[in-house]
């Protein structure tokens, strides 16, 4: 069965520095670790309106792709705000508010449900947050300041499309529109949060910002660990998929699987826009390099052109492999998940989601590329649906087909 219309190109770098065999070490540990997991894990799992994401087990595209088992971990429902985004931002931003609540007053165990129902207002309508986005991180940050009580303030580089700043602006935030690219837009937030006092919430880190972006990835760990346990640990992907970005949600997988599953964990592959790819150019230089220009591609929520360094940390050598595939390949797997192959649901996936399906299928349609990753017949393949239709009228133009259309059936 073909899955693709044509055959599309593939950029791969393998990491030099992976260390398969290795246990998660005490560098990494100093970004990451179990106490961390399982803290943020009973926190969000104690919000209003948790519930796990579901993980499609896809029988139908498995067999026409030539591999034992494909899963598919969908963020699309994630606290109805679209994208694994939501676990992230707002994570922090309640971290961020506890911490400014137990150091104003002394108090000890302020809890999220304190935050809910107002009992600190007084010190926490004082706050604002701030950050810039591509769309879902800040939609995040967003929503976690209208819930938990601060005020809030959103940039927007000038690639972002109307749909997406609407969706930000339903939860109270201010937006402001810069010129430029993503990380002209994160200059512009940082700046001007020093300028105002704000605090900022960046799923990115920098030297001297490296706290607040811990407790982001802290969040993300919460969709990898409902994973693992839906997969169970009898029946473990050998690989694992992954959209690039900054890299956050990428070392939160990687770290969660590291710690818990050690020598037994699965082959990390990161997939990246070939027009925003600071993973790749990094590994292959060996060191951040930051990639320049305009970032446009429609994988909106990965146009990002520097590699956060937190997340390197853990990267640098947790992170097997990376990947880089055009925009058309994954406007293909949209449409594909969309349709269903077989007996699959159809599966309403953004964007920046199909980069990993788009990077596994590309990579199975050359027998080169499918040996320097792996992949075989008896490979099991874990992706991450990172993100919905977070623009409804971009994705039916992509499509073809309304969110709502494709998610009835």
Known sequence: MTLLSKTYGLRHCHNEKAEPRQPYGPRQRQVL?????????????????????????LKGLAAAAGVARLWYKDEAGRFGLGSFKAVGGAYAVQRILIERIEGETGAKGVTPGDLLAGTYREITD????????????????????????CRCVIYIHAGVSDGRKQAIERYGATIVRTAGNYDDSVRQAAADAAAEGRVVVSDTSYPGYMEIPRHVMQGYT??????????????????????????GFAAAVCAHYWESLQDRRPRIVVVEPEQAACILETVRAGRPTAVHGDLETIMAGLACGEVSLLAWEV???????????????????????ARGVGDDPRIVAGESATAGLAGLLI???????????????????????????????????IVGQSPEEVAAG
């Open 33 to 57: 670790n179990l106490e961390a997991f399982a803290q943020a894990r009973a926190e969000i799992s104690s919000w209003p309106g948790y519930d796990e994401t579901p993980l499609h087990d």
């Open 126 to 149: 004082r706050v604002t947050v701030t950050c810039a986005t591509d769309g879902n991180h800040g939609r995040s940050v967003a929503w976690g300041a209208q819930r938990f009580g």
């Open 222 to 247: 919460v969709t990898t660990d409902e994973a693992l346990r839906q997969h169970g640990t009898a029946d473990l992907p050998t690989h694992i998929f992954i959209p690039g970005g900054v890299g």
């Open 315 to 337: 990267l640098e050598h947790g992170l097997d492999d990376v990947l880089a595939v055009p925009d058309a390949a994954a406007a293909e797997c949209m449409r594909l998940l």
């Open 363 to 397: 990579a199975l349609a050359d027998p080169q590329s499918a040996s320097a990753l792996g992949l075989g017949p008896e490979s099991r393949v874990l992706l991450f649906g990172s993100e919905g239709a977070t623009d409804a009228a971009v994705y039916q133009e």
